[in-house]
């Protein structure tokens, strides 16, 4: 008799995560159960990589060159049969009790498509860094400049029909295929929430989140000013111009990290770049004189204040 096909597939594209990945499988085999599968589309990494694969003879994996991380998670979606799908990088973790959460909601709530849990970020290490309830709802994914919207994707759970209708991932971009995707699926599904820990991300230094923040921005503009001009919801100019502005917003977030990663004069750079874009951007910490002593160094900032006059 043919085996019924799982329940829950998980996906996770790979490039040179060994240091990681071993963590990644052992969170999914700590699941329990067996209505799953796992599956991992690495993209012909030069590291440890595919030796670690080897080990673990329930995977099914590929490890070939390919276009990057959406088309890599595009041939995992057609490798896998699952009706529900995570999407776990190879350097982030399922949260304990992650598929139990999911089976007992969709089991709850036949008619939903998608949930969201807590959107939780680890360092490399794995500390927590940062831990808010989920958010995501499809008026606050076309308006990304407002950083409400906690998009995390490794705790974002959805059902096959959803790409089946909002896919396949953009094997264009490079950084926005998860706003892309979940974008494209706002237009016919809701955002359930569920406030357990279902996923967890991990930033640190070289990972595109921290790394390319501005190209992500460019993508994200891209993409909302597409979707805008297929959807007829609102006016793709005005969307295009209030993404803009906001890109100022986004560089005074980039200075500010760049500071605390010792890059200092990339910091300068992009403030002055962020005055010219949107001078109200430098607005975007309540705290801003506190901001900008860090970024400019004490002397600079005490020219500024008594240049200016602050008593700050």
């Known amino acids: 008799m043919m085996a019924s096909p799982p329940f829950i597939s998980v996906l996770t594209p790979s490039f040179n995560q060994g240091r990681f990945i071993r963590e990644t499988i052992k969170s999914v085999l700590e699941q329990g159960g067996d209505d799953w599968e796992h599956i991992v589309v690495d993209g012909g990494s030069s590291d440890d990589t ?42 982030d973790l399922l949260a304990n009790g992650a598929f139990e959460a999911v089976r007992q909601f969709f089991a709850n709530r036949p008619d939903a498509q998608i949930v969201c849990g807590n959107a939780v ?15 995501v709802l499809a008026r606050k994914l076309r308006y990304p400049w407002n950083g409400d919207t906690s998009m995390h994707q490794p705790s974002i759970v959805f059902r096959r029909a959803v790409y089946e209708f909002a896919g396949p991932f953009d094997i264009t971009l490079n950084c926005a295929m998860d706003y892309d995707f979940f974008l494209r699926a706002s237009r016919q599904f809701k955002f359930h929430h569920k406030p357990v820990d279902l ?7 070289g990972t595109k989140t921290g790394e390319s923040a501005a190209e992500a921005f460019t993508e994200v503009k891209m993409c909302l000013v597409r979707h805008v001009q297929k959807t007829g919801d609102g006016s793709p100019t005005w969307a295009a111009i209030r993404a803009y502005f906001a890109e100022g917003c986004v560089w005074v977030n980039d200075a500010v990290a760049d500071y605390r990663n010792g890059r ?9 770049r962020a005055f010219f874009r949107n001078p109200l951007s430098l607005f975007v910490y309540p705290h801003l004189l506190y901001r900008l002593r860090q970024v400019v160094g004490s002397s600079g900032y005490e020219r500024l204040r008594t240049r200016f006059g602050s008593q700050s």
């Open 199 to 205: 996923g967890l991300f991990r930033e640190y230094a």
């Open 264 to 272: 200092t004069q990339a910091a300068r750079h992009l403030l002055v």
């Open 50 to 91: 595919v030796s670690i694969l080897k080990e673990y003879p329930h995977l099914t994996w590929i490890s070939e060159k390919d276009k990057g991380q959406a088309d890599a998670l595009n041939k995992a979606v057609k490798m896998s049969s699952g009706e529900v799908i995570f999407w776990i990088n190879s350097d």
């Open 121 to 135: 970020t680890l360092d490399k290490d794995g500390n927590e860094l940062a831990r808010t309830g989920p958010r």
